[in-house]
């Protein structure tokens, strides 16, 4: 009889015998832009897109009909042909900025988004803070150019906000190498946005010490509190002269912000073209396959005219064609300068630089629009 051993010892062999040894597991593929989902994987990242948006939209009322739509189309199928995940951030982005009527809606594929460290709790490790300020030195500080003009006029080319802590000290120098110059045009046609505290921190040189300006608010529905924005009395240097604007269709956001806020204090003429009008400020919400999500969570409040410019946009003061924006501010503002002059020599070198600007002789900062 054979003993209990070998009973088990048969056993196992018969077990490997109909199963065969074991595989290895293969490590999943990493997921690329064309990586393909099924149709249960689109509709997971629907449904948590759908409780994102239930949750932090700003609107509640306009996000439970905007998630209720979604889940319907992903349903319904109407994502079929949006297989790759590449092809389903597009189709998302668009049914969210059409069916829910917000230009800052847009879905992307960034597998390494990591949710806390984009958190505003996240205290940036120090290599993750010398990245960021590396990232920012790369791109000016948001400073695309600075320049004096023939007849003292100053020009800014700003793209975007970054940090205060970091983009602050740039701001100062900007300001600083403008200071002398008569007048000042603020390029903010290809600006799209950024830190609604460097907006504060920017504007804060544009008006005289002890002349505390209140900004803008930003209500936010997660925290359900608003936050109020003024500038501030520690900036180095302050520019207290005529300032214009530029702005095109490409001004969005905090760069509207920072043209609405010059236009309702009064401390600045708007030259361009109506601005892109997105007033909501947002973070990004992990979807699951990579798919991260920008959901616009708050909204603008100034203080003055008490509401915003979204969809609507900023409208400037001279409404131009954004490529002739510079010509004519530079004009304008040579042509005030030449009113305001008193020496005979001055008037004279103004009456000669207004001729060659009218004739096109002097070379002006170009505008192109920025590629989306």
Known sequence: MPSALFRLASLAAALFTAIGPMQAQAAPEPLQPDTVLSAADRRDVVDTLAR???????????????????VG??????????????????????????????????????????PVRESEDHVPTA??????????????????????????????????????EIVGAAYDAAITLLAGTDALVLDLRSNGGGEPESVSYLLSHFFAEGDRRHLNDLYL???????????????????????????????FSGGEECAYDLQTQKRATLIGETTGGGAHPGEGVALGHGLVAFVPNGRAINPITHTDWEKVGVKPDVALPAADAMKAAYLALLEDRLKAAKDPQEQGALQDVLKRARAGEIELPGYMPPRH
């Open 52 to 70: 994102q948006l239930r949750a932090r939209y700003v609107f509640p009322d306009r996000a439970e009909k905007l998630a209720t739509r979604l």
């Open 73 to 114: 189309r992903a349903r319904q199928g109407d994502y079929e042909g949006a297989k790759t995940i590449e092809a389903f951030a597009e189709a998302l982005s668009k049914d969210l900025r059409e069916f829910g009527d917000d230009g800052h809606f847009r879905v992307d594929f960034d597998p390494e988004f990591d």
């Open 127 to 164: 290599e993750e803070a010398a990245q960021r300020r590396a990232e920012m030195a790369q791109w000016g500080y948001g400073i695309s150019r600075t320049q004096r003009l023939p007849g003292n006029i100053g020009y800014l080319d700003l793209r975007g906000f970054g940090p205060t």
């Open 221 to 251: 529905r997660p925290s359900n509190k608003t936050r109020e924005y003024w500038t501030t009395s520690f900036v180095p240097v302050r520019y207290l002269k005529p300032i214009t604007v530029l702005t095109s269709k490409f001004t």
